[in-house]
């Protein structure tokens, strides 16, 4: 299959694009507010960092110490042999997102801002450049794709190491060159856990998140009693009138004279790089990049009331991470541990499709460390791998008709089919 010309990678990007764990200090950006550009634009700005050394504080300090042997978490079970074949249907190196349209049209991104419009069974065709404002360090890049209302929405990071969600209209499938609508821009204060996700939720609300700031350890929301933005899911509602806009969900639980963000919907989070609604439920799946021992992912039944906290940086998983104390949280569906290979979970979807029928029903999520596939099944909690050393997943979508496909970073995207 023909390789677009310059889009090689190097391994070192591979390891470190979507995560960073338990690695060096964060390389942060500039503390000063960028203006905002329109005045429909929502402005994120950045939170405070302690105004000490990194090395020196104590997020920096308990991020360098060993994981415990007997950590509070669940066991995958390794296959044998793979259970799911991986059929490669898109040779895109660097491929980071995928979105699909209504009647199938796909939409690939490159972690450096190329857009290809890709019709399964075709060759993607280049149709946006925007390689020259995009940011690729660290976690940084475009992190995803979203088709809302004949508008591609892209959330990437500029040259300013912020995030942007922008808009581009679609005309005849195609999205226009001419000046995008910026929808949001966040202020990031430093160049890791940027995001990824755009989801449109079964309340037709647009949710996305910024990440916690990054640096080690979570030094932005130590002892937050109120949430921010950042280390939030964000939850909006979006109007064409006639151009898109965000506006604040007035349900939202913050929202109005209560303190914290108008915005969040969901707290104390580290990295939710990746999350989902259950197509048939409705029921929100969240998985949150661990930080030095533990990965997790929390399901909200119904996509849940709206305030829920989840631990970070409280809790790491079911383990105690900062010892400050928090009112109350919501404990993770199921976690595992950083070993075996493990150590950054990429979340997918609960499975409703008619193809790979002994998986209806199942959580079906990736490892970016493993290069794996693994299934989680409500029923039985059991974790089971489904294949591994094959790609390098960043994320799984689901096509109209049904069919699961994985991005992966290395080679571009693959077709989840039976064995």
Same mark, same amino acid.
């Given at each position: 299959?023909?390789?677009?010309?310059?889009?090689?990678?190097?391994?070192?990007?591979?390891?470190?694009?979507?995560? $960073? $764990?338990?690695?060096?200090?964060?390389?942060?950006?500039?503390?000063?507010?960028?203006?905002?550009?329109?005045?429909?634009?929502?402005?994120?700005?950045?939170?405070?960092?302690?105004?000490?050394?990194?090395?020196?504080?104590?997020?920096?300090?308990?991020?360098?110490?060993?994981?415990?042997?007997?950590?509070?978490?669940?066991?995958?079970?390794?296959?044998?042999?793979?259970?799911?074949?991986?059929?490669?249907?898109?040779?895109?190196?660097?491929?980071?997102?995928?979105?699909?349209?209504?009647?199938? $049209?796909?939409?690939? %991104?490159?972690?450096?801002?190329?857009?290809?419009?890709?019709?399964?069974?075709?060759?993607?065709?280049?149709?946006? @450049?925007?390689?020259?404002?995009?940011?690729?360090?660290?976690?940084?890049?475009?992190?995803?794709?979203?088709?809302?209302?004949? &508008?591609?929405?892209? !959330?990437?990071?500029?040259?300013?190491?912020?995030?942007?969600?922008?808009?581009? *209209?679609?005309?005849?499938?195609?999205?226009?060159?001419?000046?995008?609508?910026?929808?949001?821009?966040?202020? *990031?204060?430093?160049?890791?856990? !940027? %995001?990824?996700?755009?989801?449109?939720?079964?309340?037709?609300?647009?949710?996305? $998140?910024?990440?916690?700031?990054?640096?080690? %350890?979570?030094?932005?929301?130590?002892?937050? *009693?109120?949430?921010?933005?950042?280390?939030?899911?964000?939850?909006?509602?979006?109007?064409?009138?006639?151009?898109?806009?965000?506006?604040?969900?007035?349900?939202?639980?913050?929202?109005?004279?209560?303190?914290?963000?108008?915005?969040?919907?969901?707290?104390?989070?580290?990295?939710? &790089?990746?999350?989902?609604? @259950?197509?048939?439920?409705?029921?929100?799946?969240?998985?949150?990049?661990?930080?030095?021992?533990?990965?997790?992912?929390?399901?909200?039944?119904?996509?849940?009331?709206?305030?829920?906290?989840?631990?970070? !940086?409280?809790?790491?998983?079911?383990?105690?991470?900062?010892?400050?104390?928090?009112?109350?949280?919501?404990?993770?569906?199921?976690?595992?541990?950083?070993?075996?290979g493990h150590c950054a979970v990429i979340g997918g979807h609960v499975y409703r499709g008619?193809?790979?029928?002994?998986?209806?029903?199942?959580?079906?999520?990736?490892?970016?460390?493993?290069?794996?596939?693994?299934? &989680?099944?409500?029923?039985?909690?059991?974790?089971?791998?489904?294949?591994?050393?094959?790609?390098?997943?960043?994320?799984?979508?689901?096509?109209?008709?049904?069919?699961?496909y994985v991005v992966d970073l290395a080679q571009g995207i693959w077709r989840v089919d039976?064995?």
């Amino acid at each position: 299959m023909h390789i677009l010309p310059g889009m090689k990678i190097a391994t070192a990007v591979l390891v470190t694009a979507l995560m $960073t $764990t338990a690695c060096a200090p964060s390389d942060s950006a500039s503390a000063e507010t960028q203006p905002v550009e329109q005045s429909a634009t929502v402005h994120i700005e950045r939170p405070t960092r302690p105004d000490i050394p990194w090395a020196e504080t104590p997020e920096q300090i308990r991020s360098g110490e060993r994981c415990p042997a007997d950590l509070p978490v669940d066991t995958i079970t390794p296959a044998d042999e793979a259970s799911v074949a991986l059929e490669q249907v898109a040779a895109i190196p660097s491929a980071s997102a995928l979105a699909f349209a209504p009647d199938g $049209t796909g939409y690939i %991104g490159t972690r450096d801002g190329l857009v290809l419009t890709w019709t399964p069974g075709a060759e993607p065709v280049a149709a946006l @450049d925007l390689t020259e404002t995009t940011s690729t360090e660290r976690d940084q890049g475009l992190l995803g794709l979203a088709v809302v209302n004949d &508008y591609l929405l892209i !959330n990437r990071t500029d040259l300013d190491n912020d995030s942007l969600l922008e808009a581009f *209209q679609l005309i005849d499938g195609q999205p226009s060159t001419n000046d995008p609508v910026l929808l949001l821009r966040a202020d *990031q204060p430093s160049r890791e856990h !940027n %995001g990824g996700d755009i989801v449109i939720g079964p309340d037709d609300h647009l949710y996305l $998140t910024v990440g916690d700031g990054g640096a080690q %350890g979570g030094p932005f929301v130590t002892g937050r *009693q109120a949430p921010h933005a950042f280390g939030s899911l964000l939850r909006f509602g979006i109007e064409f009138d006639p151009e898109p806009r965000l506006i604040t969900a007035e349900d939202n639980p913050f929202a109005g004279p209560l303190p914290g963000s108008d915005h969040t919907w969901v707290w104390g989070l580290r990295h939710p &790089y990746r999350f989902s609604f @259950d197509a048939a439920t409705g029921d929100l799946w969240i998985a949150d990049v661990g930080q030095l021992c533990i990965e997790e992912v929390t399901v909200l039944p119904g996509g849940g009331a709206g305030g829920e906290h989840l631990g970070w !940086n409280s809790f790491e998983g079911n383990a105690v991470f900062m010892d400050v104390e928090i009112e109350s949280h919501v404990p993770p569906t199921f976690s595992y541990a950083h070993k075996g290979g493990h150590c950054a979970v990429i979340g997918g979807h609960v499975y409703r499709g008619d193809v790979l029928t002994d998986l209806v029903g199942k959580y079906v999520f990736a490892d970016f460390c493993k290069r794996g596939l693994i299934s &989680y099944d409500p029923d039985t909690r059991a974790l089971q791998e489904l294949q591994s050393g094959t790609v390098s997943p960043v994320a799984l979508v689901i096509a109209p008709d049904g069919l699961l496909y994985v991005v992966d970073l290395a080679q571009g995207i693959w077709r989840v089919d039976p064995v």
